[in-house]
Structures are given as C-alpha cells and as structure tokens.
Nanobody, 115 residues
Framework: QVQLAESGGGLVQAGGSLRLSCAASGRIFSLNVMGWYRQAPGKQRELVATITREGSTNYADSVKGRFTISRDNAKNTVYLQMNSLKPEDTAIYFC?????????WGQGTQVTVSS
C-alpha cells in the first residue's frame, strides 16, 4: 500500500501562484510515475502533469508554460508549481502514484482562483 499526503492548496487571485506538494509513503517501488490530476465541478478528472522517476515530464496543453512538475526521489515527494493561475484552473487537485501493479490517489486539495 502507498499513502499520499497532499498540501498547498488554497485561494489565490488570477495571475498568482501556488505550490502543491505530495509525499508518498509505504511500499514505494522504484519504477513509478507521480503526477497531478484535477477535477472541476461538473467535469471529469483530467491530467495536469506527470513525471517519471527519471524526470521525464508530461503536461496538459492548458497548463504548459505556466505549471512545472518536479520530484524529489529521496523524499518520494512530487511538487506542482503553478504560476499565472487562471479562474479556469479552479478545481480539486489530486496527487497520483502509479506503478505497473497499482494506482494510488491522494484525498485531493482545493485550488480556487478568483477573477
């Protein structure tokens, strides 16, 4: 089992920045992908960004150039630096930890961007 602890959400004005963190604990396999997904009210959960243990990243087109995902393998922690936030970025952001055998989710952290 893997447990995920998220932090860093909150309320920010448009154009502002927030940094999300997610620490994984438990049975951490070396081959894994960590990432962030988000779900806005009335919408499906969507990918925001992922990063492999080797540092390869993938971003949704809507956040490219504004968000940066990074990770600290020694701490089993993934970060999401969100800059130039827009009201449409408002959602619950979920941390994800994926291996070949299982997929784990955090409890979610609310990000609200006011116009």
């Amino acid at each position: 089992q893997v447990q995920l602890a998220e932090s860093g959400g909150g309320l920010v004005q448009a154009g502002g920045s927030l940094r999300l963190s997610c620490a994984a604990s438990g049975r951490i396999f070396s081959l894994n992908v960590m990432g962030w997904y988000r779900q806005a009210p009335g919408k499906q959960r969507e990918l925001v960004a992922t990063i492999t243990r080797e540092g390869s990243t993938n971003y949704a087109d809507s956040v490219k150039g504004r968000f940066t995902i990074s990770r600290d393998n020694a701490k089993n922690t993934v970060y999401l630096q969100m800059n130039s936030l827009k009201p449409e970025d408002t959602a619950i952001y979920f941390c994800n930890f994926a291996t070949a055998l299982a997929n784990y989710w955090g409890q979610g952290t609310q990000v609200t961007v006011s116009s």
